[in-house]
């Protein structure tokens, strides 16, 4: 790895991130059941029916698993919380074992002087609440922040940073939209209720825990850069309106107090009503911004009904998810984002990384092509801050190999190696290699 710690200012934090339902085992400790157990057991909806009642076993192995951010030498540690975990039925009774989870997990990387960076929700609604409707009910926003409050009453005294909602696209749209993931609706009312109700619950956990004297609060959006697929008008408009819908509806909504006029071209006739009074709430000021980022789309008119677009097989070389490699889209994304949207407010990369067919030969997995990614975008990162951008860290996706949603336990993302047979984990090369950039 070309790039190393001290190639970044001083305070600059280095940190990997999971997620709950792809690593944790649901099956385990007296979690609900969540969306995302009955989307994979519809079968058609996820590679070989995999779920994540086992996954890497990380509420037994969160000792082992810790132990291997710490030797890195990273910083932080972003993780999530499963709503299904704390609260069993979305509402209500209160799972003490889920409590004790995440106090553990809390307690357990301040001893190994590792920062806790939680997101509150990152995908598995509890079912019961997906039968009163889930993202499409507007009082999901009243029960996320009773779940706020119960989850932070016990342990935001020790979290470095929170987020509500990881990535509110793939909640709203990718789920409601395009169907691909939990609850795999495709439907344009219930997306344009999802789009704005996703932003009154980020906005709902932000003043719950600012009434509970919290801060370093911040969101995180997940951003694909779109380019024109070719040079006409069309493509151009239609790479705006990706755009619009992906990147800009939910910074613009946070940030701004306004949705996009090309998204709202399309969903405006299907928002709530009275969604424009819900801004306030929207607004609440935050300390930070996340930006999640892995690759760039090509976009062309579709010849179907508004948002009428469709991708276009790109040149560039690809990871294993089929996902052209293309740094500059970070730049851009960290350039435009402070210029339009933030300002002087601290950014954070909080997902960066890729999926490749590693293969585990002799206790070793060599992954080239993932070193060189993270150079690569290390790169732009540091071209970033050399231009003014306040980017205050960076955070690799992911620790481990885990349960990648919709294309299950094939596709690894992980710096470590993780045989789902025998849940034994085994550091990749790329592991090693940016243990030694942090380290020395
Ligand atoms: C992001 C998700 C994360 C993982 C990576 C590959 O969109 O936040 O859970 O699936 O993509």
Redesign the pocket.
Known sequence: MKNQRSDFPGDFLFGCAT?SY?IEGHAFGGAGRTQWDDFAATPGNVTRFENGDKACDHYHRYGEDLDLVKQAGFDAYRFSLSWARVLPEGRGQVNEAGLDFYDRLADSLLERGIKPCATLY?WELPSPLLDLGGWRNRDIASWFADFTQVIMERIGDRMFSVAPI??PW?VAWLSHFDGHHAPGVRDIRATARAMHHVLLAHGRAIETMRGLGMNNLGGVF?MEWADPADDSEGARAAADRYDAIYNQWFMSGVFKGAYPQAALDGLEPHLPEGWQEDFPTITAPLDWCGI?Y?TRKLIAPAGHPWPDYREVDGPLPKTFMDWEIYPEGLYNFLTRTARDYTGDLPLYVT?N?M?SADVLEDSTVEDPARTAYLDAHLDKVRQAIAEGVPLKGYFT??LLDNY??ALGYEKR?GLVHVDFETLARTPKASYHALAKALTT
């Open positions: 997620s792809q990152h990881n990535e793939c997940n999640n892995y997902e990384g999926a996706w992911s990648e949603w993302f």
